[in-house]
């Protein structure tokens, strides 16, 4: 399968505390991308990095991206409740077969304790 | 912009009958996918549409299944006869140029 694999499974942290969820590949990508899905609702588009980039960062959110291991890790820093979600990688594989197609992870479930 | 907008939220039929989802993606956007998500399988891409051509249907999992996009700002997926494994949510999800998606809240689908 081509799809992204992603570990934990499932993540439980306090407030406060960073979190770091991990992603792995098979085929050469364009990109990866960083979603997340709130219970009952639909994806919602965090971060893109590009295949020539190593590390991005948005807000309080870090994405690293290792090409040689097929490897990327979202960290989110100083988690809040509100963070509690399920966070999926997605990855737009290189190849005029595949142009434009993202296939989804599995997802981590966050829990974010108050 | 009001979103990627899908239609109905949910819907709850007879095994057999026929079911028709509805997207209406982002103005402007040239990507359009179709996903499915279940808790076995989690995300499953359907089918893609470039300008509103199918690009890759191999999602598709049966000849039950069959989607259109008659123009830049609709399309349908349609199941004919649907099965109670077809149950799931359906995501439509829009992109330009393939930056970042902005999926659709999803029609939950029961099929009883």
């Known amino acids: 399968s081509q799809q992204g694999e992603e570990d934990p499974q499932a993540l439980s942290i306090q407030e406060g505390e960073n979190a770091t969820m991990n992603c792995s590949y098979k085929?050469?990508?364009?990109?990866l991308q960083w979603y997340r899905q709130n219970s009952g609702r639909g994806l919602v588009h965090l971060i893109l990095i590009r295949s020539n980039e190593r590390e991005k960062h948005s807000g309080r959110l870090r994405v690293t991206l290792d090409t040689s291991k097929k490897s990327s890790s979202l960290l989110i820093t100083a988690s809040r409740a509100a963070d509690t979600a399920s966070y999926f990688c997605?990855?737009?594989?290189?190849?005029?077969?595949?142009?434009?197609?993202?296939?989804f992870g599995q997802g981590t479930t966050l829990q974010v304790k108050p | 912009d009001a979103g990627v907008i899908q239609s109905p939220r949910h819907e709850v039929t007879e095994m057999g009958q026929e079911v028709t989802l509805r997207c209406k993606p982002i103005?402007?956007?040239?990507?359009l996918f179709w996903y499915r998500q279940t808790m076995m399988r989690g995300l499953e891409l359907l089918i893609y549409f470039n300008n509103n051509v199918p690009i890759d249907d191999s999602g598709m999992p049966e000849d039950r299944f069959s989607a259109k996009m008659p123009n830049a700002s609709f399309s349908t997926l349609k199941i004919q006869p649907s099965e109670p494994r077809d149950s799931a949510v359906y995501f439509c999800?829009?992109?330009?140029?393939?930056?970042?998606?902005?999926f659709g809240s999803g029609t939950r689908l029961t099929v009883v």
């Open positions: 999800a829009s992109s330009f140029n393939r930056y970042g998606y902005t």
């Open positions: 085929t050469s990508i364009n990109n």
């Open positions: 997605a990855t737009d594989f290189k190849g005029s077969s595949n142009t434009g197609k993202l296939i």
């Open positions: 103005s402007g956007h040239d990507y």
